[in-house]
C-alpha cells in the first residue's frame, strides 16, 4: 500500500493544529471553517499573537477576554434602555396607544363588515337554489 504524501504547507498546517487545540473546538462548534483558519494561518503565519487564544494556556485569557465584552455588550444595551426609558413621555405613549387601539376597532369593524356581506351572498335564495348547492350534479333515470 502506498502512502500519499501532503503538500508541506498543508503538513505543517496539520503540525500547527495539533498544537492549537482550541482551533478543533472552534471548527467542531461551527464558528469557524478549515478553509478560514487555513487561510489565516497562511496569511498571518504561526508567530501571530492571534493563535495565542487557542493553545491550552491561552484559553483562559481568551474565556476571559469574551466574558469581559459580552458583559460589556449587555451592560451597554441596558445602559441604553435605561436612558430611553428616562426621556420618554408617558402621556405621549398613552395617545399614540389609544390611535393604535382606534385603528384596531376600525380594522375589526371593516372584516365584520366583510364578513357579514359575504355571508349574505351565500345564502340561499329558495328551495330550488339550496338543493342544487347540496347536489351539485344532476341525476335522472330515464
Known sequence: MVKKSLHPSVEQFKNFVKKHPELIKEVRTGKKTW??????????????????????????TAIKEETKSNN??????????????????????QHYLGQMSEAIDSVQQLLGQIRDTNQNKTEPEGNGEQWRRRHPFSFRKD
Not at 494561518?41 to 487564544?53: I, M, Q, R, S, T
Open 72 to 93: 460589556e455588550s449587555k451592560n451597554a444595551i441596558f445602559n441604553q434602555l435605561i436612558t430611553y426609558l428616562k426621556n420618554m413621555d408617558v402621556n405621549q405613549l
Open 35 to 60: 478553509q478560514e483558519v487555513y487561510e489565516e494561518w497562511y496569511l498571518l503565519g504561526e508567530d501571530d499573537p492571534k493563535w495565542a487564544k487557542y493553545t491550552k494556556t491561552g484559553k483562559p
